[in-house]
Nanobody
Framework: QVQLVESGGGLVQPGGSLRLSCAAS????????VAWFRQAPGKERERVSC????????YYADSVKGRFTMSGDNAKNTVYLQMNSLKPEDTAVYYC????????????????WGQGTQVTVSS
């Protein structure tokens, strides 16, 4: 069964850190374009980070550049999003997604989505 499962969300104070995980089953993440998205209430979904090929760069939204880091563990078929210096405006549901479009960039149609994990940044 093809599945993406996120975990690691929660409530954190401004300036704090969280690490989100996205575990894949039924397919190999390393062969896919993989991205993290987020959606806050009343706002459009925003792509936070993306990697198009395993040997390529990670792209970050300007809003998170320098604070968030996307990484992966092939042995665990899992990607991570390390989020540091969190701000209240980072509050959103975070989703990971994968596209069968390896190497074609990040502006692709994503085939698989996780269920999302809530991140709330508040004092």
């Amino acid at each position: 069964q093809v599945q993406l499962v996120e975990s690691g969300g929660g409530l954190v104070q401004p300036g704090g850190s969280l690490r989100l995980s996205c575990a894949a089953s039924g397919f190999i993440l390393d062969y896919y374009v993989v991205a993290w998205f987020r959606q806050a209430p009343g706002k459009e979904r925003e792509r936070v980070s993306c990697i198009s090929s395993s040997d390529g760069p990670v792209y970050y939204a300007d809003s998170v550049k320098g604070r968030f880091t996307m990484s992966g563990d092939n042995a665990k078929n899992t990607v991570y999003l390390q989020m540091n210096s969190l701000k209240p405006e980072d509050t959103a549901v975070y989703y990971c997604a994968a596209a069968a479009a390896y190497g074609l960039g990040c502006n692709v149609l994503y085939d698989y989505w996780g269920q999302g994990t809530q991140v709330t940044v508040s004092s």
